[in-house]
């Protein structure tokens, strides 16, 4: 991401420097600050992923309407491909609707994720989602409705 530098000035004034991580997508930094000018976030499921890492690390991560704007992008983009990296994404950045989804998707096509060796290491907090998710399916088919 950004690292700050603060460096003392003339008069001893702090000057904060923003310095820009070679590995950061050029796209979501550009989504980003749009977003930040305009309210308006267009980007692939890679930089939207990205853009809320930047809106947590600037201490955004609380911004409804920006998590609103990321989940109405990703549900289009949801599959086999990025499933595991969106529900891994949900967890670190506090994005409840968003688990819902990627556990959803991730029971639903439960054949083959299990035989998809990413599903094997997620964190522990993916992991008890998506075996809750699981039971949940099992359960619903198991107990007749009333």
Do not use: W
């Not at 550009?30 to 000018?37: D, E, G, M, N, S």
């Not at 491909?81 to 439960?110: G, Q, W």
């Amino acid at each position: 991401m950004f690292n700050f530098d603060v460096n003392s000035g003339q008069n001893g004034l702090k000057h904060k420097v923003l310095k820009h991580d070679a590995d950061m997508d050029p796209a979501a930094f550009a989504a980003f600050l749009t977003y930040l000018y305009t309210g308006k976030l267009s980007c692939s499921p890679d930089s939207c992923i990205q853009v809320m890492s930047q809106a947590h690390f600037y201490g955004m991560s609380k911004d409804k309407y920006l998590k609103k704007l990321i989940k109405t992008s990703l549900a289009e983009f949801t599959n086999m491909d990025t499933c595991f990296e969106l529900l891994e994404a949900s967890v670190k950045y506090h994005l409840p609707k968003l688990r819902r989804m990627a556990v959803d998707f991730i029971v639903a096509n439960y054949k083959k994720c299990a035989r998809d060796p990413r599903l094997h290491r997620l964190c522990q907090e993916a992991t008890n989602a998506v075996l809750h998710g699981v039971t949940l399916k099992l359960y619903e088919d198991v107990v007749p409705d009333e």
